[in-house]
């Protein structure tokens, strides 16, 4: 047969155990890995299938979808939200409870205590705490708003640059082309006694301004496609 003190310890087991069911669980959630820059489009998020040639507004889109400090803002979004679910968990209450044994007295039951105890500060805290959440909530949804529209405006305007760059490299590359083939006629009637080196320097000179002008572009044109790699997600040599 149990005596009362069996009773009352088994009782203080229980609601323990009640109480800590209904307190909050700590599980690690696993680490995102694959935060590397992507080597090809194909590689990159994107909802629709992409086109054979990607328009300024598909450039746009893979950016919005993929660029490494939005999504990272992104999930500046999901702490704020969990911060706003933790604001409005009440605290969890703490349960105390102490057993001794007779040692002499006219007792016959061995003592038992427990007592309840709840932090009403926190309590009366939590519609304040709620609504500093919400704000925060609300400024961490305006950043990320704000910062998309950066990225897509950024987005559009070096796809702009990039093909534009292009079209005046093939256009720099057409008359370097038709100015080298000059100079090159120009030397070989040099070579033959046909004409002087005074009628070939001006094409010499053309042709080595415009050599260099095209390497210029070049190499502008080379970092525009690694700026724009890299606000879509791409590796800087991915094409």
């Not at 088994?10 to 694959?34: F, H, K, N, R, T």
């Not at 660029?67 to 604001?87: F, K, S, V, W, Y």
Request: glycine fraction near 6%; charge should be neutral; proline fraction near 6%.
């Amino acid at each position: 047969m149990r005596t009362p003190a069996h009773l009352v310890t088994a009782s203080i087991s229980s609601i323990v155990a009640i109480m800590a069911g209904g307190c909050a669980i700590y599980s690690p959630l696993p680490l995102a890995v694959d935060a590397q820059p992507k080597p090809g489009l194909e590689a990159l998020v994107h909802r629709d299938p992409l086109p054979a040639q990607l328009g300024i507004d598909d450039v746009a889109l893979l950016a919005l979808q993929n660029n490494p400090d939005l999504l990272a803002a992104r999930d500046q979004h999901g702490i704020a939200t969990a911060q706003l679910r933790e604001a409005g968990i009440l605290p969890n209450p703490a349960v105390t409870g102490t057993f001794s044994r007779l040692i002499s007295g006219p007792g016959t039951t061995n003592p038992v205590t427990a007592a309840l105890s709840q932090d009403m500060r926190a309590i009366l805290l939590l519609p304040t705490r709620r609504a500093a959440a919400q704000q925060a909530q609300r400024a961490t949804d305006a950043s990320v708003l704000w910062e998309e529209w950066q990225i897509i405006a950024k987005a559009r305007m070096l796809a702009i640059d990039v093909v534009s760059g292009e079209q005046q490299v093939k256009a720099l590359s057409a008359v370097a082309h038709q100015v080298g083939e000059r100079a090159d006629s120009g030397r070989g009637a040099l070579a033959t006694g046909d004409a002087s080196i005074g009628t070939l320097l001006p094409d010499l000179s053309a042709e080595a301004d415009l050599r260099r002008q095209l390497d210029d572009l070049t190499r502008q044109q080379a970092l525009r496609r690694a700026d724009l790699n890299k606000l879509i997600g791409l590796a800087p040599a991915a094409s």
